[in-house]
Structures are given as structure tokens and as C-alpha cells.
């Protein structure tokens, strides 16, 4: 719980300096790529946690490494998590601050789902009825997915809502076979 609660401090103030200066995009993708790099190589998790350099030489040494790539921001982030034994949260520091872009942002990004090509008339309908529901406004991509028979699948960041005849068919057999 600690944990999450210092996640989320750090997340929050780079967010809220990134958002000020226009960068939030930028910064969240330069933290992308480090973190590909800390989730991809053991060698690099090891150096960052390492108590044999100094942090002080661990930034000289991520700021020639990175020069292209990192901002000051970035940098600073990466200063006070060692300043404050933390590096262990970078992680979960991206992670939180590609939440609060996501709540910040006011277009949600939505995958609609169907068996059949929608007309732009049908589509405007589902994307007026999403904007009500959620109080945001929609950017909808409409995909056609036969698999699900009928009905609509939406995709609205890491949440799937399955409304498909496909889905409903697969949960009463499931009943079946259980009861």
C-alpha cells in the first residue's frame, strides 16, 4: 500500500509538471522506452539498483546513455527515485502516470466491434450513446469482426464490454454443461 501510495506522488507530479508544458505525451512515450529497456534487460534492472555506484554517477551515467532520448524531466524523475531509495516504483510510476493521461484526456479512444459493417448513421447513434453514458467525448473506430455473430464488442482502453451473440452463446453453454 506504501508502495502505491509513493507510485502514485511521483506519477502525480510529473504529470503535472509534463501537462504544464505541453509535453505529457512526449514524456510518457521517452518513459515507454525506458521502461521497455528496464522491463527487457536484467543487466540494466541490476544497475539501477545497485548500491556499488553512487547516484550521482548512475545519473552522469544515464545522461550521456540517454541524451537523445531523455528529457530533464525524466532525468529528475529518475534523480528522486534514487535520492529516495524508490527506484524499485519506476514501473509503477509509468504505469500511474499513463492512468492519470488517460483520465486527463478528454477524447476516450473506443473499439466498436461487429459482425457486420456499420453505416455512419448506426455508428453515430453507438458513439452518442457511449458519450452520454461515460460524459466524455468518443473517438470510435469501427472494426468488423464476424467471429462474434451479432450484437457489439466494445473496447474502451483496457476495458472490453462484450455484448456479442458469439459471448452469449459460449456463457449459456457453460451453464448448461454446470447445471
Same mark, same amino acid.
Given at each position: 500500500?506504501?508502495? $502505491?501510495?509513493?507510485?502514485?506522488?511521483?506519477?502525480?507530479?510529473?504529470?503535472?509538471?509534463?501537462?504544464?508544458?505541453?509535453?505529457?505525451?512526449? +514524456?510518457?512515450?521517452?518513459?515507454?522506452? &525506458?521502461?521497455?529497456?528496464?522491463?527487457?534487460?536484467?543487466?540494466?534492472?541490476? =544497475?539501477?539498483?545497485?548500491?556499488?555506484?553512487?547516484?550521482?554517477?548512475?545519473?552522469?551515467?544515464?545522461?550521456?546513455?540517454?541524451? @537523445?532520448?531523455?528529457? @530533464?524531466?525524466? %532525468?529528475?524523475? %529518475?534523480?528522486?527515485?534514487?535520492? !529516495?531509495?524508490? /527506484?524499485?516504483?519506476?514501473?509503477?510510476?509509468?504505469?500511474?502516470?499513463?492512468? &492519470?493521461?488517460?483520465?486527463?484526456?478528454? +477524447?476516450?479512444? *473506443?473499439?466498436?466491434?461487429?459482425?457486420?459493417?456499420?453505416? $455512419?448513421?448506426? &455508428?453515430? !447513434? *453507438? #458513439?452518442?450513446? /457511449?458519450?452520454?453514458?461515460?460524459?466524455?467525448?468518443? @473517438?470510435? @473506430?469501427? %472494426?468488423? !469482426?464476424?467471429?462474434? %455473430?451479432?450484437? #457489439?464488442? =466494445?473496447? /474502451?482502453?483496457?476495458?472490453?464490454? !462484450?455484448?456479442? /451473440?458469439?459471448?452469449? &452463446?459460449?456463457?449459456?453453454?457453460?451453464?448448461?454443461?454446470?447445471?
Amino acid at each position: 500500500m506504501k508502495h $502505491s501510495r509513493e507510485a502514485k506522488k511521483y506519477a502525480q507530479a510529473v504529470f503535472a509538471v509534463a501537462d504544464k508544458s505541453g509535453e505529457l505525451a512526449d +514524456t510518457i512515450r521517452r518513459l515507454d522506452i &525506458l521502461l521497455d529497456i528496464y522491463a527487457s534487460s536484467k543487466e540494466f534492472r541490476l =544497475f539501477l539498483k545497485s548500491r556499488r555506484v553512487s547516484h550521482s554517477e548512475k545519473l552522469k551515467i544515464l545522461q550521456k546513455v540517454f541524451m @537523445d532520448i531523455l528529457s @530533464d524531466l525524466e %532525468l529528475d524523475l %529518475l534523480y528522486h527515485l534514487f535520492e !529516495d531509495g524508490n /527506484i524499485h516504483l519506476l514501473a509503477a510510476v509509468c504505469k500511474r502516470l499513463g492512468f &492519470l493521461a488517460e483520465l486527463a484526456n478528454k +477524447t476516450l479512444k *473506443v473499439c466498436v466491434s461487429t459482425a457486420e459493417k456499420m453505416n $455512419s448513421e448506426e &455508428l453515430s !447513434d *453507438v #458513439v452518442k450513446n /457511449i458519450e452520454q453514458t461515460l460524459g466524455k467525448k468518443v @473517438d470510435a @473506430d469501427a %472494426l468488423v !469482426d464476424p467471429k462474434i %455473430l451479432g450484437g #457489439v464488442k =466494445f473496447r /474502451i482502453g483496457n476495458t472490453i464490454v !462484450d455484448g456479442s /451473440i458469439a459471448t452469449r &452463446l459460449r456463457k449459456l453453454e457453460n451453464s448448461l454443461y454446470q447445471g
